[in-house]
């Protein structure tokens, strides 16, 4: 559906705060719902956070309620992931997901809801 770019993973003491940020390539990210999901070593890929085509609904798993803020710009094809107060159990690959067919609740929340996914970006939480 669309070529999805991660940037902004990286290193960070338990605490501290990274933004990821996802763009898009070739089509605007305006018609498209955004997702993000993680990876820990040795675990399922699992549900972070997303937001609606518009930016007016965003969706976040307990986990990372009150810490992680997602939001979009889609004038720059771009959705961020601000994640503060960073845990070490935060580590994990963060993958972007797209998806261009409306979603309506928790559909929001599956992994097979998104048909486009980036490579993903590492974060690192020390302890």
């Known amino acids: 559906q669309v070529q999805l770019v991660e940037s902004g993973g990286g290193l960070v003491q338990a605490g501290g705060s990274l933004r990821l940020s996802c763009t898009t390539s070739?089509?605007?990210?305006?018609?498209?719902?955004g997702g993000w999901f993680r990876q820990a070593p040795g675990k399922e890929r699992e549900f972070v956070a997303a937001?609606?085509?518009?930016?007016?609904?965003?969706f976040y798993a307990d986990s990372v309620k009150g810490r992680f803020t997602i939001s979009r710009d889609n004038a720059k094809n771009t959705v961020y992931l601000q994640m503060d107060g960073l845990k070490p159990e935060d580590t994990a690959v963060y993958y972007c997901?797209?998806?261009?067919?409306?979603?309506?609740?928790?559909?929001?929340?599956?992994?097979?809801?998104?048909?486009?996914w980036g490579q993903g970006t590492q974060v690192t939480v020390s302890s």
């Open positions: 937001i609606s085509r518009s930016g007016g609904g965003t």
């Open positions: 997901a797209a998806e261009l067919a409306p979603l309506i609740g928790t559909y929001y929340y599956r992994e097979d809801s998104f048909g486009s």
């Open positions: 070739g089509r605007s990210f305006s018609s498209f719902a």
